[in-house]
């Protein structure tokens, strides 16, 4: 415990969307509502050839992004996210649709019930479910449940990293352009992404997601 709490923490509070495309791409998406740079979005797209892209909002999120996570290239765009039209859930409940634009590319996301280990997050206290601690006992576990998922491990710099997901739902149906191309259906997302330590799960999922990240000391 005494490591963990040895540097600064920061902290993000979102959601983040993970699949596969029929052309090729995969996509990571970062939605956050409250972080150290506000509210806003970033984009990370590899290609079926293993080309990593970030697009950001902002120089500031590009730099800290970057250096966190590995790139072959980095771009400065307006990206824009939110409830796309008759999105609502039932009762206010989490949009069943989601809208995102980034540069080039403009996504709606239409989105279904709770993932299996949605339904198993249900059981877990939110307290525990995004605490460092908790989160590095249980990677090995999170792990071997979802292959290529990891709670904890380096992020750069000298940063360790902590994803504490709190509710997870399927992604059923992905409408994606780039530059006004259809990138076709929505993919398994597979292989898996090479951005950090770790990748989504290779079900297309939006997950409901605490982001601890321990500063260098």
Do not use: C
């Amino acid at each position: 415990m005494n490591s963990i709490q040895a540097g600064r923490l920061s902290r993000f509070e979102g959601r983040i969307a993970g699949f596969g495309t029929k052309a090729g791409p995969r996509l990571v998406i970062g939605m956050w509502e409250r972080s150290p740079f506000g509210r806003f979005a970033d984009v990370m797209v590899e290609s079926d050839s293993g080309h990593r892209l970030l697009m950001a909002p902002s120089e500031a999120v590009a730099e800290y992004v970057s250096s966190t996570y590995t790139f072959d290239e980095v771009q400065v765009v307006e990206v824009r996210f939110g409830q796309a039209t008759g999105g609502e859930g039932a009762g206010g409940d989490l949009a069943r649709r989601i809208r995102i634009s980034a540069g080039p590319l403009e996504v709606t996301l239409q989105i279904g019930g709770p993932t299996a280990v949605g339904r198993l997050l249900r059981s877990v206290p939110r307290a525990f479910a995004v605490h460092p601690v908790w989160l590095q006992a249980i990677d090995p576990v999170a792990r071997m449940l979802v292959p290529g998922a990891r709670t904890s491990g380096s992020a750069g710099g000298g940063r360790r990293e902590f994803y504490g997901v709190t509710r997870a739902r399927a992604i059923t149906a992905v409408d994606a352009t780039w530059e006004g191309s259809a990138l076709g259906g929505v993919q398994r997302l597979e292989p898996p992404v090479t951005f950090g330590f770790g990748s989504a799960p290779a079900t297309p999922t939006l997950v409901d997601i605490v982001t601890t990240i321990r500063e260098r000391a």
